[in-house]
T-cell receptor, first 111, second 116 residues
Framework: NAGVTQTPKFQVLKTGQSMTLQCAQD?????MSWYRQDPGMGLRLIHY???????DQGEVPNGYNVSRSTTEDFPLRLLSAAPSQTSVYFC??????????FGPGTRLTVL | AQKVTQAQTEISVVEKEDVTLDCVYE???????LFWYKQPPSGELVFLIR??????QNEISGRYSWNFQKSTSSFNFTITASQVVDSAVYFC?????????????FGTGTRLTIIP
């Protein structure tokens, strides 16, 4: 039981490049989400999904796309990376009346 | 809109001292959940506690205790006899109940440093 896994752990992009951050969970949770963590700002919700085929925006969705084709996977896409997207990204699953499990994070730098 | 305020940005205490981390929240919901997470220097987020709005009993887990007071909208966290391993950033978070209750609103965190 791996819990929540994220790849890659580190990534450096140039402005304008695109990439996908991967997130997978093996706990059969319906709910998954993406947060970004910036210094002095805590974690902020980017997008979330309450089940396969259902996604919605969080607090800071601009510049990011998501889709949920399976229960296990919830990738986050940056279409055209900007320096303002330099951050640490956390994926989470679970929730509701239960604990949310967080992945180990992806540290992204956009030059 | 929901909001979580952790006014203490950084705290340093000498090992074995007690320390309290403050958390004040705002919500219009009558049913909600409060959480504390620990983020050690390694970067992962470690779940510490979840409390629903109907349960105002204080909770103790080893050296950790939590004081939930709806009257002051506070959910404070106390570490007794602190240890160096307690050094971390601590986040308080809030979620609403019902559909969408998985969305967490985080405070900005308190960086706790335990001095040996």
């Amino acid at each position: 039981n791996a819990g929540v896994t994220q790849t890659p752990k580190f990534q450096v992009l140039k402005t304008g490049q695109s990439m996908t951050l991967q997130c997978a969970q093996d706990m059969n949770h319906e709910y998954m989400s993406w947060y970004r963590q910036d210094p002095g700002m805590g974690l902020r919700l980017i997008h979330y999904s309450v089940g396969a085929g259902i996604t919605d925006q969080g607090e800071v969705p601009n510049g990011y796309n998501v889709s949920r084709s399976t229960t296990e996977d919830f990738p986050l896409r940056l279409l055209s990376a900007a320096p303002s997207q330099t951050s640490v990204y956390f994926c989470a699953s679970g929730g509701g009346i239960n604990e949310q499990f967080f992945g180990p994070g992806t540290r992204l730098t956009v030059l | 809109a929901q909001k979580v305020t952790q006014a203490q940005t950084e705290i340093s205490v000498v090992e074995k001292e007690d320390v309290t981390l403050d958390c004040v929240y705002e919500t219009r919901d009558t049913t909600y959940y409060l959480f504390w997470y620990k983020q050690p220097p390694s970067g992962e987020l470690v779940f510490l506690i979840r409390r629903n709005s109907f349960d105002e009993q204080n909770e103790i887990s080893g050296r950790y205790s939590w004081n939930f007071q709806k009257s002051t909208s506070s959910f404070n966290f106390t570490i007794t006899a602190s240890q160096v391993v307690d050094s971390a950033v601590y986040f308080c978070a809030l979620s609403e109940a019902g559909f969408g209750n998985e969305k967490l609103t985080f405070g900005t965190g308190t960086r706790l440093t335990i001095i040996p």
